[in-house]
């Protein structure tokens, strides 16, 4: 399977997706890495992977629909069989989620349908929750609303600061997403009529 994945930043999760298909774990290839900032160190990683990469900058486009027309045509370059959102801090408009339906996944840093959104640690701190987490879900148009496929829990502890709760959450990130996507590179994975579904089975 072709994989394409979009990052923003650091791309943690997009070197243990590249490690995995490295290894074997996940049938598939990342044939590509998008970034809309280019100072982005997962690029670097892509590059010391030998996978192609692109530059997509907000800056060269008057709106969030010119952007994401353009955005369209270059994914689509790709072949894409699974696009993996990893760290993609923009919001996609509804003709491109509707294009991807059901071969797009997000990474959330919480435990969905809980905090949607930005500052997910810190909202979950001051909230008083002893639990906190991560979510892998096919993208709707509902931003951090579609099906859940995969969750992984942690605990938060007593004085917390949301850099030590965001650190627990992104080793289990890290375990989670390259298993979805292995799922997905399996012919195991589905959306249908808004539910995400495993060896045919509703999550
Ligand atoms: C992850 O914590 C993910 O949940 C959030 O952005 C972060 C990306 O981290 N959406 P990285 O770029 O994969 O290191």
Redesign the pocket.
């Known amino acids: 399977k072709r994989i394409l994945v979009l990052?923003s930043?650091?791309?943690?999760?997009?070197q243990v997706i590249l490690d995995s298909c490295t290894s074997g774990r996940i049938p598939g290839e990342v044939v590509g890495v998008i970034s809309n900032k280019a100072d982005a160190y997962?690029l670097v990683r892509a590059k010391e992977a030998g996978v192609a990469t692109s530059v997509l900058a907000q800056q060269q486009f008057a709106n969030r629909d010119d952007y994401d027309l353009a955005l369209q045509a270059l994914m689509a370059d790709y072949k894409p069989d699974l696009v993996v959102l990893?760290?993609f801090m923009r919001i996609l408009s509804a003709p491109l989620v509707r294009h991807f339906a059901g071969r797009m996944i997000n990474?959330?840093?919480s435990l969905l349908p809980k905090y949607q959104g930005l500052h997910t640690h810190q909202r979950a701190i001051d909230a008083g929750d002893e639990e906190h987490g991560?979510s892998v879900h096919f993208v709707t148009e509902e931003l951090d609303g579609g099906p859940v496929i995969l969750q992984a829990r942690v605990p938060i502890f007593d004085g917390d600061d949301a850099d030590e709760v965001?650190a627990r959450?992104?080793a289990q990130?890290h375990s989670i997403y390259p298993l979805v996507v292995q799922w997905f590179c399996e012919g195991r994975l589905a959306m249908q009529e808004g539910a995400a579904l495993l060896d045919g089975a509703v999550l």
């Open positions: 990052i930043g650091s791309g943690s999760n997009l997962g990893a760290g990474i959330h840093p991560a965001a959450v992104q990130e």
